[in-house]
């Protein structure tokens, strides 16, 4: 297999010839060594070459697309995910009220094994709230 660095270049190549995300996902997936073997995926890799810029408005607004961050995050069962897109989608301005329907999408998609990312995910919202707060009350 070859080296990490080799699959950032070759995913950086890609971004730079089609800076698509899917592109970038699907050539990684299809790259194949001299040898005819497969490359050894680094997902992760690939996905934060794809995302560069993706969360910006484009046909769907930002916030939608963070809404959409965290139900999918929620589903797949992410703590980390989930609480970073609770911060994007508090600081673009979703209410309580819409998270809570965003993690109720979740719940039905996924189920119950995703009640307990819930609850952590609504104690991690409180904190945001109590942060807010307190800033506004050290600004007056």
């Known amino acids: 297999f070859p080296s990490h660095d080799t699959n950032r270049k070759y995913c950086l190549k ?8 899917n592109t970038i996902i699907l050539e990684l ?3 194949r060594l ?8 680094d997902w992760e890799q690939a996905r934060q070459l794809a995302i560069q810029g993706r969360y910006e408005d484009g046909a769907l607004p930002s916030v939608t697309k963070e809404m959409l961050g965290l139900a999918t995050s929620a589903v797949l069962r992410c703590d980390d995910c989930i609480k970073y897109h609770l911060e994007k989608c508090f600081e673009l301005g979703v209410t309580r009220e819409q998270m809570f329907e965003i993690m109720s999408v979740a719940n039905l998609v996924g189920g119950s094994i995703v009640i307990p990312h819930t609850r952590r995910a ?6 945001l709230e109590e942060e807010e707060a307190e800033t506004k009350l050290n600004s007056i």
């Open 14 to 21: 890609i971004r730079d010839q089609d800076p698509k995300p």
């Open 29 to 31: 997936g299809k790259a």
């Open 34 to 41: 001299d040898n005819g073997s497969r490359v050894k995926r």
């Open 122 to 127: 609504v104690e991690y919202w409180d904190l």
